[in-house]
């Protein structure tokens, strides 16, 4: 059975606020392993007037923390694909030409045909 949009706000607001306790909780302990070079976790807010202005789909990339900025780069100009290697096309081999030795018309005891 599916959830409904409150008990999905409900569960969305308890990771919150878990969130923001472990967050307070290490604060006093972050400045120091920054110096030692550890990193720092940042935490969503959002508030419950956000979540329930914004759809199901928009409040989840909210908490998950996506920007919906998932773009593509079909038929756009990429600066790498100009100035790399690459080139912007796929590397791909010729295929090998044979030239026939054996079983010709004048026999095989003559120069080879010229490579087309």
Known sequence: MPKSRKEILDEMRAL??????KVEKSASSS???RREGGSSDAAVRVTAEELMEMTEDEAMKKVMGFSGSFGSTKEK?????????AKGAAS?????KYRQYMNRKGGFNRPLDKMK
Do not use: C, Q
């Open 92 to 96: 791909k081999n010729k295929a090998r």
């Open 77 to 85: 100009k990429v600066a790498d694909n100009h100035t790399t290697a």
């Open 16 to 21: 919150n606020e878990e969130e923001e306790a």
């Open 31 to 33: 400045r120091s392993s």
